[in-house]
């Protein structure tokens, strides 16, 4: 094994965030969270996220141990306030009331306002796919994650505004998750940490000039991510503000949102139980067909044949379940310094287990 074991990774992560007052079972499920966006290969989404997330806690930003409240509760319109908890927690909770309701109702709207960081969106889709649902999600972030120009501009306005959405396929959840800019702020993060360049056309400096190093990103004044897509990715952009933001209370991107000094997501949910719509019609059978269609295209590689949504992740889990996690240097170096702030032991030194 090159990388560290899922277990091992788990085990440090849940001792930090319970360090910072999370009650066990919250920090098994926020480090459980963050253990799987690193197997799948989403590291933006992983490990590096735990030191910021005790900075937060400490800083009042993001409270710890709560619990998600019906805020409108009318059959399949669902509507809960995260109050501010832990996106892990919260979005498990209003995921498992969209599964109750969906099989209820055929479909359930659930709306999830005022929650800490949501992480790896395609998670709940999966949760959802898993439970034989298929779903679309809308997310945006009423907080501080202004980061995104849009399209024609050169200054922040809008957030990273994930859209994911899941379905039930013959080998595994079909899952699409992908953030609206043109990359994740995550993965500036990341390629910062490793001393990396960016791919050229996705940001841009203070002065809205195109930029490739990560740092100048983060300078004074900050610079913006390019949606992706031009006008496409910027136009669903601004839906997921509507949807997740305007729609469920949460509030849109703005400088004077009440939340702007705190990270806050809302989520839009639809999930649809295909059960309620096949009879007719095998809606299972049409999905597996659909996807041997799409795989029997003329490779662009020779030997490799296009992918699905998800498959990609479902091949680094396997991988990353044999060969172990690959943490960079960096973001072990701001595991170890958060373990020192926190007075966190752990049964081996994090350098050593690299
Ligand atoms: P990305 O660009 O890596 O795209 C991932 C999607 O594309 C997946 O559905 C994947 O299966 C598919 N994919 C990747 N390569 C493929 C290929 N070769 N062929 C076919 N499909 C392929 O993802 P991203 O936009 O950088 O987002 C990264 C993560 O960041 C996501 O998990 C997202 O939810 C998360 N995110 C979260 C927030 C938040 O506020 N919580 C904000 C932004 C992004």
Known sequence: MTGIAAATLHDVLARL?????????EAEAVAAHLVEANLVGHD?????RAPKYLAWVAAGELLANRQATLAVDAGPLVVVDGGFGYGQVIGAEAMALAIGRARTHGLALVGIRNSGHLGRIGAWAEMLAEAGLVSVHFVNTSGYGILVAPHGATERRLSANPIAAGAPGPD?????????????????????NKGETLPPGVVLDGAGRPITDPEAFYRDPPGAILPFGGHKGSGLSVFCEILAGSLTGGG???????????????MLTLAIDPSRLGGAH???????????????????????????????ERRTRTERLRNGIPLDRETMR??????AAHRVTLPFPLAEIA
């Open 282 to 312: 095998d809606v299972g059978a049409d999905i597996a067909r659909l996807t041997d269609w799409v795989r029997s295209a003329r490779p662009a590689v020779p030997g490799e044949p296009p992918l699905l949504p998800g498959e990609i």
């Open 334 to 339: 701001q595991l170890a310094e958060a373990a």
């Open 17 to 25: 965030i319970r360090a910072g007052g999370s009650e066990r079972a």
């Open 252 to 266: 849109s991107s703005h400088a004077a949102s009440p939340t702007a000094w705190r990270l806050v997501n809302n």
């Open 172 to 192: 595994g959840p079909i899952v699409l998750d992908i953030a609206t800019s043109a990359t994740a702020e995550g993965k500036i993060q990341v390629a910062r």
């Open 44 to 48: 933006s989404h992983g490990a590096i």
